[in-house]
């Protein structure tokens, strides 16, 4: 089927079951085109909580589609691509962080929204890249363990030195891989640049940045900066919204390596497989989405 014809049926499916296509700014560029609504984690899972659809098409990967079945139980919430997980995600389990709140009992757990329900329902609240600063302030306890990703969880920590925090060895596999000499590298090529990463990248990259932010607040710093060039530290998906909206701007990926496999899954294609064949359902054990809807609302109410 040519593209024309795969998005006409796109449309036509979506009126039928009254859907909305969501989309992570990482995905695909046919994808975000396509998609009613884009973002990062944060925004998405804020979206899903209030939308009014029957049907969420969520193009990203699976802890993302999980968060908003959690927000959401009402609603059918399909994920196109049944094998898109976060490799980091997969870190941290519920009964490895058991075993930990145990060694910590006087630690608030937060755990960021790159993990499964099971993981969020023994978690005090969740954050996202672009609140985790705000959430981890707003604890009342002093010892703070942060799970999956170290990397998020030492750039917070150096804001909030009076908070004790306890990492875990979780990272991104995309960002984590990326190092100092690639970011030397890149200001060599294009030294009028200004760089702007994400925060899952490893610390000695994230302290030689000019912006650390969310996908959503990577491309809203750019959006409104007056600078021409960036150098951008992030998964290369980023770069469709980043060029689309800012055509008199240069945009350089810091590195060639920054592609997350799972992200780059989903296709027209599985999108309108998933409207045609109504898959793949997200399903929940009702007592761990209570659970993880608690950490999810906690956060939600801190912004
Ligand atoms: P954002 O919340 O910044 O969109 O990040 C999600 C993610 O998976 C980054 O790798
Ligand atoms: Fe997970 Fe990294 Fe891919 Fe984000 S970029 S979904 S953290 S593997």
Excluded at 44 to 64: E, N, R, W
Excluded at 112 to 128: F, G, W
Excluded at 140 to 147: A, K
């Amino acid at each position: 089927m040519d593209k024309k014809n795969l998005i006409n049926k796109i449309m036509a499916l979506k009126k039928e079951h009254n859907a909305v296509i969501v989309a992570h700014n990482y995905q695909v560029d046919d994808v975000q085109e396509l998609a009613d609504v884009t973002g990062d984690s944060f925004a998405l899972s804020k979206y899903c909580a209030s939308t009014k659809y029957d049907v969420v098409v969520f193009c990203g990967v699976h802890f993302m589609a999980e968060s908003a079945k959690i927000l959401s139980p009402d609603k059918t919430v399909l994920l196109p691509e049944i094998d898109a997980g976060c490799p980091m995600a997969n870190m941290v389990t519920a009964e490895t962080l058991r075993k930990a709140k145990k060694e910590h009992p006087k630690a608030a757990v937060v755990c960021y929204i790159n993990s499964s329900a099971e993981v969020k329902a023994e978690s005090d609240i969740c954050c996202t890249s672009s609140n985790a600063l705000k959430v981890v302030k707003s604890l009342e306890q002093e010892e703070v363990l942060f799970v999956p990703d170290k990397n998020l969880g030492h750039y917070i920590s150096k804001q909030l030195p009076e908070k004790k925090f306890i990492f875990w060895d979780g990272f991104c596999v995309t960002h984590h891989r990326v190092t100092p000499e690639q970011v030397i590298k890149a200001r060599e090529a294009q030294p009028d640049a200004i760089l702007l990463v994400h925060p899952e990248c490893r610390p000695e990259v994230v302290e030689m940045a000019d912006f650390v932010g969310s996908t959503r607040q990577i491309i809203q710093y750019a959006n409104s900066s007056p600078h021409k060039k960036f150098i951008i530290g992030t998964e290369m998906g980023i770069m469709y919204q980043l060029r689309t909206e800012n055509p008199d701007k240069e945009f350089y990926l810091l590195a060639q390596s920054f592609v997350c496999p799972n992200m780059k899954k989903t296709s027209l294609n599985s999108v309108y497989e998933a409207l045609r064949d109504m898959k793949y359902k997200i399903e929940l054990d009702e007592d761990i989405r209570l659970k993880a809807k608690t950490a999810l609302d906690r956060m939600l109410a801190i912004e």
